[in-house]
């Protein structure tokens, strides 16, 4: 028997394994399997190549669990280990690889935490006692056993093994006992293990008999050698696809479509990539990319390795070239991990676009569950967008889709306005803004539905990409006024009489929103009275409430223009009235008030033809006093308009009715709204 002690001078290795590695400790199981995995592939290549003779035999890898004896054991016909090799491997390389790689990831052990590189040693995490028995492949060797129990002294003596292979076998420590339970291992191998290239087995193969599950007597293989990402494109059909999708994920929906990667340069890459039905809240993404080394299982986080618009995908990425024991933030500097992310953004793209290619139908019927995706990517990768401004789609209010280029064609005409800006009208609901949508249908205008998640920032984005193009919400402005043409409207009214109208009509000053009144010539057809709202203001609003950092505009009130239309018959109707009610009043302010103007305006000039300090104070303070008179006259029209206005059950009639429109009337106003109707009728 050979002893000895493990040639580094560290000798708190195991104890900083078992401490560092705290959160962790399930991982030795998939280090294990993969040396198991590892030996047998290395002896199935040198069979291929011709240098080990003879039938390979069962090359099963077994795992079991011994809870009597507290032992997990993991048996491979792999290609052993002589005893020269077992001191290389495990008491030199493996020691010191391990213990390097502690020295080096002490201060970032979190993110390296389930990642390759700890290997043989993880087993420790779990064990106070690991034995190896090995049997090399090699013609005449000797097996051997391997024992260590957690300090660095370990021994060597020879051991029973009547085939080639090694068995691994760990004496569970008693913190680690939940590992001795069949169904802990049973879900390890599940995460880790179900994809492995050689058949793995753990406990035998129930059979519902009589009543209750029975053992059958045959071994139960735990994994699927041949996962569909392994296999040919070509060699797979749909159902094929759909069914390696259930295997990953049992409880997920059906999803859209796929695509198999398969990159040989200058990366290594295979996968496949499932497209879920997205409709909304992207923060939910259950079933998540799990990425494979080799089809050994790594992890479902693959942010930094993909753009983050691709982790709303499902599916699998594998990688022998995505270095896996570092850190995030390193990842996402290297070189391979950008060029891989390049790429499946790339062919990501290149499917959504064969796909719109070939069955324009099907694509838009699928478009409702690809929008928040394909808007998502395109708004965060510029590479994205390039190829996808192809195919991403416009719906509009009628439901039709167009590309951004036919879009572009169909309003290019009657959309552009005065100052060649082309103009994008929008809804985002269809039904809130049903009205101003069908005055801008009924004007030949065309209207988008952006009612999705992202579309405030999809607005903003294409805003930036579209050359001198803007996008306006179809309840932004009067109808005339959203996309502004040259022509010119006729009034019926005079400046003056439209300007008595903005205090008339002046009736929401209660209100905790701000209301502006404009009175706007508009066709006699149009509404008396609407309500819109500014895009702008609008958008910095709808900004800060997505947290987009626009937080004064967030805590400022709502502000309206209350649009009046003076051209419409009721608005003439009410003009009438008042100057039948208060015409006599309203023509003696306007007198008084034209007469001090003039003195005013007169003053003034007289005033400005010398320099301030020739002008006596009497003069001086004489123009003051005519201008305050001036100033207090226009407030006196203004009250009496304002309190003729508030009077008025017509006015207010109109400015509710503008306000139910835009389904802002609420509570008590509803209620006094539907009494006034009623005493109206
Ligand atoms: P790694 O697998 O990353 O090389 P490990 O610490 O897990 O590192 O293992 C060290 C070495 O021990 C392996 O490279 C391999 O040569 C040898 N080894 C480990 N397990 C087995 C096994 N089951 N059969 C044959 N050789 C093994």
Redesign the pocket.
């Known amino acids: 028997m050979q002893t000895g002690k493990i040639g580094v001078t560290t000798e708190n290795i195991f104890p900083i394994i078992k401490k560092f590695l705290y959160s962790d400790h399930e991982i030795f199981l998939r280090?294990l399997i993969?040396?198991?995995v590892?030996?047998t592939q290395k002896l199935k290549a040198m069979a291929s190549a011709g240098e080990l003779k003879g039938e390979l035999g069962d090359l099963t890898i077994r795992v079991s669990v011994d809870k009597k004896k507290k032992t997990i054991k993991v048996s491979?016909n792999?290609?052993?280990?002589t005893p020269e090799e077992l001191d290389k491997?495990?008491n030199q390389?493996?020691f010191s690889?391990?213990n390097e790689f502690l020295d080096k990831y002490k201060d970032q052990i979190n993110s390296i935490i389930g990642h390759f590189g700890l290997?043989?040693?993880s087993s420790f995490m779990v064990s106070d006692k690991v034995e190896v028995i090995?049997k090399s492949w090699q013609d005449k060797a000797k097996p051997v056993k391997w024992t260590c129990d957690g300090s660095p002294e370990f021994s060597i003596e020879d051991a029973e093994r009547e085939n080639r292979g090694?068995d691994?076998i760990l004496h569970i420590d008693k913190d680690s006992k939940e590992f001795l339970e069949e169904s802990k291992i049973e879900q390890l191998l599940n995460k880790y293990c179900k994809f492995l290239p050689v058949e793995i087995t753990f406990g035998r193969e129930q059979e519902w008999k009589d009543g209750k599950y029975v053992d059958t007597g045959k071994d139960k293989i735990i994994n699927n050698t041949r996962p569909a990402w392994t296999i040919k494109p070509s060699e797979l059909k749909d159902e094929d696809y759909s069914k390696f999708y259930r295997e990953l994920y049992p409880a997920g929906d059906e999803p859209l479509f796929n695509i198999h990667l398969n990159v040989d340069y200058p990366f290594k890459l295979t996968g496949i990539l499932y497209f879920p039905k997205i409709k909304n809240n992207i923060e939910i993404q259950k079933n998540k990319i799990q990425l494979y080394c080799n089809q050994v299982f790594v992890t479902d986080s693959v942010e930094g390795i993909v753009p983050e618009f691709l982790t709303l995908l499902h599916g699998v990425l594998d990688s022998p070239d995505i270095p896996l024991n570092v850190s995030r933030s390193y990842l996402q500097s290297d070189s391979n991990v950008k060029k891989i992310s390049a790429h499946i953004t790339k062919k990501v793209a290149d499917r959504l676009n064969e796909i719109f290619k070939k069955d324009r139908a099907e694509f838009e019927k699928k478009w409702d569950n690809l929008k928040l995706f394909i808007d998502y990517g395109m708004i965060t990768e510029e590479k994205f967008y390039e190829k996808a401004s192809k195919f991403a789609l416009f719906k509009n209010t009628d439901d039709k889709f167009f590309t951004y280029e036919e879009y572009e064609k169909l309003i290019r005409e009657n959309q552009t306005d005065r100052n060649k800006t082309l103009i994008y009208l929008y809804s985002t609901s269809k039904t809130d803004q049903y009205s101003y949508i069908e005055k801008a249908k009924a004007k030949g205008y065309d209207v988008l539905s952006l009612d999705g998640q992202l579309d405030v920032h999809l607005i903003n984005f294409l805003e930036s990409k579209f050359k001198e193009s803007r996008f306006v919400r179809v309840d932004s402005d009067v109808v005339e006024k959203l996309i502004q043409k040259e022509e010119k409207k006729e009034s019926k009214l005079s400046e003056e009489e439209k300007n008595d109208l903005r205090s008339l009509f002046n009736v929401r000053t209660k209100s905790k929103e701000i209301f502006n009144v404009v009175v706007e010539t508009l066709d006699e057809n149009e509404a008396p009275v609407i309500v819109t709202q500014s895009e702008f203001m609008r958008r910095m609003k709808d900004m800060s409430a997505l947290g987009g950092g626009m937080n004064f505009y967030g805590e400022m009130p709502d502000s309206y223009n209350l649009v009046v239309n003076p051209n419409h018959p009721l608005v003439v109707k009410i003009n009438e009235d008042l100057r039948a009610d208060l015409g006599q009043k309203l023509s003696d302010n306007e007198a008084d008030t034209k007469k001090v103007k003039e003195e005013v305006e007169f003053m003034e000039k007289e005033q400005g033809k010398r320099k301030a300090e020739e002008i006596p104070q009497v003069e001086k303070d004489d123009l003051e006093k005519r201008r305050k008179d001036l100033s207090d006259m226009e407030d006196a029209r203004r009250s009496m308009l304002e309190a003729y206005g508030a009077e008025n059950k017509k006015v207010k009639q109109l400015v509710d009715l503008a306000l139910l429109a835009n389904n802002m009337l609420k509570g008590e106003e509803l209620a006094t709204f539907v009494k006034r109707s009623v005493d109206l009728l």
Do not use: K, R
């Open positions: 280090e993969s040396n198991a590892d030996a491979d792999g290609v052993g280990m491997y495990l390389i493996a690889s391990a290997g043989f040693y090995t090694t691994v």
